[in-house]
T-cell receptor, first 114, second 110 residues
Framework: KAGVTQTPRYLIKTRGQQVTLSCSPI?????VSWYQQTPGQGLQFLFE???????NKGNFPGRFSGRQFSNSRSEMNVSTLELGDSALYLC?????????????FGSGTQLSVL | TQLLEQSPQFLSIQEGENLTVYCNSS?????LQWYRQEPGEGPVLLVT?????EVKKLKRLTFQFGDARKDSSLHITAAQPGDTGLYLC??????????FGAGTRLTVKP
């Protein structure tokens, strides 16, 4: 069974630009969640989607948005990029959105904002 | 906001040594998970603990959930270079909110 696939693996953008990251979950998984990981802040929850609906949202500004398609693939968009948005963005999929459900993480997209 | 504090932040030991890392909070969690993350990869789930006082073993790794479900520990016996990585704990509250600790970065030298 293929794991969680995130594309692109690396991305370099400049301030003010926007970026879209993609995540393909494990086949059959309907829950996709996104996280931002930085050395200073650690792993922070961005949002979770289940069956195309946002179920949960972290404490990030509105510049961060996401969506999920009918095939469970998900995209995350960051508009008006800031230097502080440089981070590893991780996507995780799960077979359910139940508490404590096992999360399977992708390898992440390393975003650098110059 | 429920904060998870992990200690130590960094740990460097020799192969064969034992070690314990900790995950503490002032809040109660309904369940807690431990992950290991290797460079360039996403975290991989090691264990989920649910019951206060619960102890789970995974080969040389022993996980314990505190009686009050506010803290947890991970003990590794006879560490090996392959154990090197970032160890993250993540706690769930009753609202299904998940919070990660900042992690303990472990280096095991051959």
């Amino acid at each position: 069974k293929a794991g969680v696939t995130q594309t692109p693996r690396y991305l370099i953008k400049t301030r003010g630009q926007q970026v879209t990251l993609s995540c393909s979950p494990i086949s059959g998984h309907r829950s996709v969640s996104w996280y931002q990981q930085t050395p200073g802040q650690g792993l922070q929850f961005l949002f979770e989607y289940f069956s195309e609906t946002q179920r949960n949202k972290g404490n990030f500004p509105g510049r961060f948005s996401g969506r999920q398609f009918s095939n469970s693939r998900s995209e995350m968009n960051v508009s008006t990029l800031e230097l502080g948005d440089s981070a590893l963005y991780l996507c995780a999929s799960s077979s359910s959105s139940a508490r404590g459900a096992k999360l399977f993480f992708g390898s992440g997209t390393q975003l650098s904002v110059l | 906001t429920q904060l998870l504090e992990q200690s130590p932040q960094f740990l460097s030991i020799q192969e064969g040594e034992n070690l314990t890392v900790y995950c503490n909070s002032s809040s109660v969690f309904s369940s807690l998970q431990w992950y290991r993350q290797e460079p360039g990869e996403g975290p991989v789930l090691l264990v989920t603990v649910v019951t206060g006082g619960e102890v789970k073993k995974l080969k040389r790794l022993t996980f314990q959930f505190g009686d009050a479900r506010k803290d947890s520990s991970l003990h590794i016996t006879a560490a090996q270079p392959g154990d090197t990585g970032l160890y993250l704990c993540a706690g769930f509250n009753n609202n299904n909110d998940m919070r990660f600790g900042a992690g303990t970065r472990l280096t095991v030298k051959p």
